[in-house]
């Protein structure tokens, strides 16, 4: 019986200490995207190797001047939508929708919407305005150097 039991209880350990492996690797990746940025200017932060998600930082998204107060432009290529809430103040945010990965097609009236089945989120924290999206927008860490947006 004692067999058993421990038998049992070492499997749900292995399975418990993969799972948490997986968790750590999850949890490391939302980190490294909270990594605050370097202030060096010339690419050091480019030529950094890449610590979990920071997969493209240092690419150019655009011009911060073609962001509008209020709005955002959804940069498709990158998969990125950058907003402009108050003036100065620029956010990332992914733009694959929260409930069934669509790409968010529009931002309007300060909301990003996404056309599948009408989600809309809030351009300055990504937070659900409209389901059915179950969750906020996953945030993406741009900078503003020199009058562009790059990817953090
Ligand atoms: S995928 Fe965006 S609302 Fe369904």
Do not use: W
């Not at 240092?58 to 209020?70: S, T």
């Amino acid at each position: 019986m004692s067999d058993v039991t421990t038998s049992g209880a070492t499997s749900r350990r292995v399975l418990l200490t993969s799972a948490g492996a997986v968790g750590a690797g999850a949890l490391l990746a939302a980190c490294g995207s909270e990594a605050p940025a370097t202030t060096e200017p010339t690419g050091a932060a480019a030529s950094q190797p890449a610590t979990g998600e920071t997969v493209g930082a240092g690419i150019v998204l655009g011009k911060a001047a073609d962001i509008p107060v209020g709005g955002g432009v959804i940069f498709k290529e990158q998969g990125v939508v950058v907003t402009q809430p108050t003036a100065g103040q620029y956010v990332g945010f992914s733009s694959i929708c929260t409930h069934q990965a669509c790409p968010v097609s529009q931002v309007e009236a300060g909301k990003i919407k996404c056309q599948c089945h009408f989600s809309e989120f809030s351009i300055t924290d990504g937070s659900v305005l409209s389901p059915p999206a179950p969750r906020a927008l996953d945030k993406k860490e741009i900078k503003v150097e020199n009058g562009e947006i790059k990817l953090a």
